[in-house]
C-alpha cells in the first residue's frame, strides 16, 4: 500500500503571497497524483489531476508539480477564500491513498 | 448536471449495520467509464477510502475494512449502497459518495471528479 505523506502540516502565510505545499508518495507513482481542496463543512474539490493539469473552473494560481515521489502544489497570490485545508491523493495503485493534508492559515 | 447525494442514519448504536445510499445524477452507473466509490473523513482529520465498484459491478476494498464493508449498485434506481458492519464509535465521520470518470474501461484506480455532500454519521449510547 501506498502511503502519502503531505508536509507541512500548517502554513501561515500572508495574504497575496505564494503558498508551496508538498507531498510524498512511499514508491513511485508517476504522475497519478491528485491535489483538492476542502472549505469547512464542505467536500473535497478537485483542484489538480495528472500531477499538474488543472481541472475544469481552477484558477490560474493554482497550479501542480512533480513526478515519482515528490510533488508540489503552488499558490501564487493567495485569496482569503484559499485558506483552507488540501489533500493530496495518489491514483496509481489500489488504494488510492490520500495525504494528511496541509492547513493553509493567514499569517 | 452531475449530482451525488449520500443518505443514511445519523445515529448508530455499536454493533449495528450502518447502510449508506449514494443517489447519482448526470451520468449513468452502467456506463463503463464511470465508478463511484466512498471516503469517510472523521472530524479534523485525513479522508479514508473504503470502497469502490466499477460498471461491471467489480469491487475494490480498503484492506483493513474488508472485511467489515459490502458495496453495491442498483443501476435502475442510480444508487450505490454501502454497508459496514460492526460499527463501533471510532467510525464516527462524514461519509461521502465521489465519482471517478475516466475516458474509457480501465481497473485502475483515479482521481474524484465530483463528490457528494456527506453524511455525518455518529454514535448514540
Known amino acids: 500500500e501506498i502511503v502519502m505523506t503531505q508536509s507541512p502540516a500548517t502554513l501561515s502565510v500572508s495574504p497575496g503571497e505564494r503558498a508551496t505545499l508538498s507531498c510524498r508518495a512511499s514508491?513511485?507513482?508517476?504522475?497519478?497524483l491528485a491535489w483538492y481542496q476542502q472549505k469547512p463543512g464542505q467536500a473535497p474539490r478537485l483542484l489538480i489531476y495528472g500531477a499538474s493539469t488543472r481541472a475544469t473552473g481552477i484558477p490560474a494560481r493554482f497550479s501542480g508539480s512533480g513526478s515519482g515521489t515528490e510533488f508540489t502544489l503552488t499558490i501564487t497570490s493567495l485569496q482569503s477564500e484559499d485558506f483552507v485545508v488540501y489533500f493530496c491523493q495518489q491514483y496509481h495503485n489500489w488504494p488510492p491513498g490520500f495525504g494528511g493534508g496541509t492547513k493553509v492559515e493567514i499569517k | 448536471q452531475v449530482t451525488l447525494k449520500e443518505s443514511g442514519p445519523v445515529l448508530v448504536k455499536p454493533t449495528e449495520t450502518l447502510t449508506l445510499t449514494c443517489t447519482v445524477s448526470g451520468f449513468s452507473l452502467n456506463d463503463a467509464r464511470m465508478g463511484v466509490s466512498w471516503i469517510r473523513q472523521p472530524p479534523g482529520k485525513a479522508l479514508e477510502w473504503l470502497a469502490h465498484?466499477?460498471?461491471?459491478?467489480?469491487?475494490s476494498y480498503s484492506t483493513s475494512l474488508k472485511s467489515r464493508l459490502t458495496i453495491s449498485k442498483d443501476t435502475s434506481k442510480s444508487q450505490v449502497v454501502l454497508t459496514m458492519t460492526n460499527m463501533d464509535p471510532v467510525d464516527t465521520a462524514t461519509y461521502y459518495c465521489a465519482r471517478i470518470s475516466r475516458t474509457a474501461w480501465s481497473r485502475a484506480p483515479y482521481y474524484f471528479d465530483y463528490w457528494g455532500q456527506g453524511t455525518l454519521v455518529t454514535f448514540s449510547s
Open positions: 465498484i466499477f460498471s461491471t459491478d467489480e469491487q
Open positions: 514508491q513511485s507513482i508517476s504522475s497519478d
